[in-house]
């Protein structure tokens, strides 16, 4: 069993910055051999993808955030990061983890979230 625990979330002004960290109770091979994505929900929409990287480090980003949210992770100690800049009121949400495994059967993990308000 995965758990992924996400940290990082609170109040920042417009313009600001955060980072989130998501880390995993998984053993070593399933974190590094699998992708992990970072989503957000904001009240009344759609959870959708901020920012995905694979297991050999690429990277995908959703339209809104492009340019400005860049996501990493340490292998060594199983966490994902998302550092987030010039912070947009509408970038508030709840942000979620997930890890992915990409061989039969698919399993899917989700972190619990992590809230991140952005203030005009």
């Known amino acids: 069993q995965v758990q992924l625990v996400e940290s990082g979330g609170g109040l920042v002004q417009a313009g600001g910055s955060l980072r989130l960290s998501c880390t995993a109770s998984?053993?070593?091979?399933?974190?590094?051999?699998?992708?992990m994505g970072w989503y957000r929900q904001a009240p009344g929409k759609e959870r959708e993808l901020v920012a995905a990287i694979t297991g050999a480090g690429s990277t995908n980003y959703g339209k809104a955030v492009k340019g400005r949210f860049t996501v990493s992770r340490d292998s060594r100690k199983k966490t994902v990061y998302l550092q987030m800049s010039s912070l947009k009121t509408e970038d508030t949400g709840v942000y979620y983890c997930?890890?992915?495994?990409?061989?039969?059967?698919?399993?899917?993990?989700w972190g619990q979230g992590t809230q991140v308000t952005v203030s005009s």
């Open positions: 998984a053993s070593g091979s399933i974190f590094s051999d699998n992708p």
């Open positions: 997930k890890l992915w495994t990409l061989t039969a059967p698919q399993q899917i993990y």
